[in-house]
């Protein structure tokens, strides 16, 4: 079936230092989502990306989405403590299901710890 | 305005029981989505729902099962519980459902079942 793969699984970094996740699928995406869960907490909406090759910023968050389609990349400049969490991307994948019908499939999040 | 509604926040059931969840939208939100997540592992696509029809299912066996009200709010019903049942049930609500659906879910706090 179809598959959202995202590395690394963990991230260990300095305050300061840049982080970024990679997200990868193994079929075209109509559009990719990110998300931030927080230790104990929810999922919650950063961003989506929906053109080829889109780059979108909020703050210190770079978000990319490749020209295929197929990729898509998250990069945070000069972490903070505020940052710890897991970030998904999610992509929503085409599937004819009785009309359209995408279904938002999540990889399995990489996990950002940051040391003061 | 009040966000993703789920109940009951934490349950506990034996194998074999049965179990309800519910979530309530937030309110204008008609599609709702519901996923598994197992600890450290990213959201499993459960079922949609938009305007009481379902919409799209995940790989997941028939002893899960859900539906939509005339208010657009949704249960998921498990049967037969089994340990690897054991996660934290998420509801996702949107405006709209489909692959053109520009808009990012807004999660529910979650629902954490355990199965002893």
């Known amino acids: 079936g179809q598959q959202v793969m995202q590395i690394p699984q963990y991230q260990h970094v300095q305050e300061g230092e840049d982080f970024t996740t990679y997200c990868n699928s193994s079929t075209t995406l109509s559009n990719i989502q990110w998300y931030k869960q927080r230790p104990g907490g929810h999922p919650v909406f950063l961003i989506q990306?929906?053109?080829?090759?889109e780059v979108k910023k909020q703050k210190r968050l770079t978000f990319q989405f490749g020209e295929a389609k197929k990729n898509s990349s998250l990069h945070i400049t000069a972490t903070q403590t505020t940052d710890v969490g897991t970030y998904f991307c999610?992509?929503?994948?085409?599937?004819?299901?009785?009309?359209?019908?995408?279904?938002?499939?999540f990889g399995k999040g990489t996990k950002l710890s940051v040391k003061p | 305005d009040a966000g993703v509604t789920q109940s009951p926040t934490h349950l506990i059931k034996t194998r074999g029981q049965h179990v309800t969840l519910r979530c309530s939208p937030i309110?204008?939100?008609?599609?709702v989505s519901w996923y598994q997540q197992v600890l450290g592992q990213g959201p499993q696509f459960i079922f949609q729902?938009?305007?009481?029809?379902?919409?799209g299912r995940g790989n997941f066996p028939d002893r899960f099962s859900a539906r939509q009200f005339p208010n657009y709010s949704s249960e998921l019903n498990v049967n037969a519980l089994l340990l690897g049942d054991s996660a934290l049930y998420l509801c996702?609500?949107?405006?709209?459902?489909?692959?053109?659906?520009?808009?990012?879910?807004?999660f529910g706090s979650g629902t954490r079942l355990t199965v002893v």
């Open positions: 729902y938009y305007e009481k029809e379902e919409r």
């Open positions: 999610a992509g929503r994948i085409f599937v004819n299901y009785g009309g359209s019908q995408g279904n938002l499939i």
């Open positions: 996702a609500s949107s405006p709209v459902a489909g692959h053109g659906a520009n808009y990012g879910y807004t």
């Open positions: 990306l929906v053109k080829s090759g």
């Open positions: 309110s204008g939100h008609k599609s």
